[in-house]
């Protein structure tokens, strides 16, 4: 497997329960890279975010320390039951999120991560994905950080943070 491809490079990503994602940025300083994919599982990191990086995991890849510079873009990940590829109703879901400008990539056409540009609007997003009734989650910003102060919904088969 190679760990380049033209100018990106695969940069690996943890999550807080020890999930590990690698991938694609672009490389801009001295142990700076530029996102250029959605995370899955990292949470306060976003698609463009520029990023510090080194070289520390076995596989070689350079392993996320800290957000240099954010972007401005945000991240949620949606759950489609049933996937988009056999659902119009999941599939509608994924036109309503486009046509609010937002971008997304998927896992089977269920699980999906959504990229929300700057100039999109992350509450009118949050207001559609709760339309929804499906289960979804913040992940930059973290639910914890938009709504500090708030109570944080219990975890579950159903619980979306909303």
Not at 135 to 152: I, K, M, N, V
């Amino acid at each position: 497997m190679s760990l380049e491809s033209d100018d990106l490079t695969k940069v690996q990503l943890s999550g807080p329960d020890g999930e590990v994602e690698t991938v694609w940025a672009r490389p801009v300083g001295a142990d700076e890279y530029e996102l250029d994919n959605i995370p899955w599982y990292a949470y306060g990191v976003s698609c463009h975010d520029v990023i510090e990086a080194r070289r520390q995991t076995p596989d070689g890849f350079p392993e996320f320390v800290r957000v240099i510079r954010k972007a401005g873009h945000r991240t949620v990940r949606v759950i489609l039951n049933p996937p988009a590829d056999v659902s119009a109703a999941s599939q509608a879901v994924l036109d309503g999120l486009r046509d609010l400008g937002c971008g997304y990539e998927g896992v089977k056409s269920r699980f999906m991560a959504v990229d929300i540009p700057p100039a999109v609007d992350l509450m009118a997003v949050r207001q559609f994905l709760i339309g929804t009734g499906l289960q979804w989650e913040h992940a930059d910003p973290p639910y914890e950080d938009l709504f500090s102060g708030l109570r944080t919904p219990l975890p579950g088969p159903a619980a979306r943070r909303d």
